[in-house]
């Protein structure tokens, strides 16, 4: 929700999350639930995106392996894709109207200004 606020909103990452598509890279992509009924919901989204094989997993603490808490008091289900999911407004879109969804981790139109680290250097470009 703080991004929605911003006059900037800068993303720094490292060129792993770098992808042609949304899909089949191995990467989450996450998407915060309340907690009341999360196992529905993650079955929703699940089957949302059946065509480009995806699993849903609830993020969970390594040690304990209780279920991360956002600071909202939220879960994270992390969708794992095989294939491309196509249209990301339209993928967006669809998560969103889900009862329970809060939020996805796709922000799209965002960013003011990535920063990717690689190998020899980085890389900055602004919008």
């Known amino acids: 929700m703080v991004e929605g606020a911003c006059k900037k909103f800068v993303v720094i990452v490292d060129e ?4 042609v598509h949304r899909g089949g890279s191995g990467l989450a992509m996450p998407v ?3 907690p009341f009924c999360w196992k529905f919901t993650a079955k929703m989204l699940q089957d949302l995106f059946r065509d480009s ?3 849903a997993k609830l993020k969970c603490e ?3 392996g209780e279920a991360f808490v956002t600071d909202n008091g939220n879960y994270i289900v992390d969708l794992y894709f095989k294939k491309d999911i ?3 407004r339209a ?3 669809a998560i969103l109207r889900f009862a329970g969804v809060v939020e996805h981790g796709m922000f799209l139109d965002m960013a003011t200004t990535v920063i990717v680290a ?3 250097g980085i ?3 602004h919008k």
């Open 123 to 125: 890389t900055v470009k």
């Open 53 to 55: 094989g995806c699993v």
């Open 62 to 64: 390594e040690e304990s």
């Open 91 to 93: 993928a967006s879109e």
């Open 16 to 19: 792993s999350k770098l992808v």
């Open 32 to 34: 915060e639930v309340v």
């Open 118 to 120: 690689r190998e020899l």
């Open 86 to 88: 196509g249209d990301l």
